[in-house]
């Protein structure tokens, strides 16, 4: 049998008393992913470059789940809106929760009920991630900014 020797000084027998702890600090965010092969948030792995061995615990300091979700408040729940030839008005929509295609139907009852002569519809797509506001005959206006005569939008 072969033996080196001055192996025990290169290589001690290292014992789970003997070892220090160390803490490793990760973070991780989906953003970072490779977006060739996975294009969703929600689907992808992370990999160490090496190996981790002999772990005794692991902690999640903090973590956020995304959502496609869109809350409404009472205090930024109302716009300033306006059709061609009639009085702006402030509409509210309802407070709560919503997805994209509630807020779409939400939205939708909130301009229909403005009193003009358009009828609205309101739709989402998946693709671009955009609400399409649809007027029937004339041309509306939302004011975001101040309810001042600014236009952001015109459709």
Do not use: C
Not at 73 to 91: C, D, P, R
């Amino acid at each position: 049998m072969a033996t080196t020797s001055g192996q025990q000084v290169l290589l001690p027998e290292s014992s789970r008393k003997q070892r220090k702890s160390r803490q490793i600090t990760v973070e991780v965010n989906s953003i970072d992913r490779s977006r060739v092969s996975s294009y969703s948030t929600n689907n992808f792995r992370w990999n160490f470059r090496r190996p981790l061995k002999d772990i005794t615990s692991i902690e999640l300091v903090s973590g956020s789940i995304p959502a496609d979700l869109y809350n409404v408040t009472t205090e930024w729940n109302n716009f300033v809106f306006t059709e061609s030839g009639y009085t702006s008005q402030i509409l509210s929509l309802t407070p709560g929760q919503y997805t994209q295609t509630t807020l779409a139907a939400e939205l939708q009852r909130v301009l229909n009920t403005y009193g003009g002569s358009n009828t609205y519809t309101v739709s989402y797509s998946d693709t671009t991630k955009r609400l399409t506001i649809t007027g029937s005959s004339t041309n509306f206006s939302f004011f975001f900014s101040s309810g001042n005569t600014h236009t952001d939008r015109v459709t």
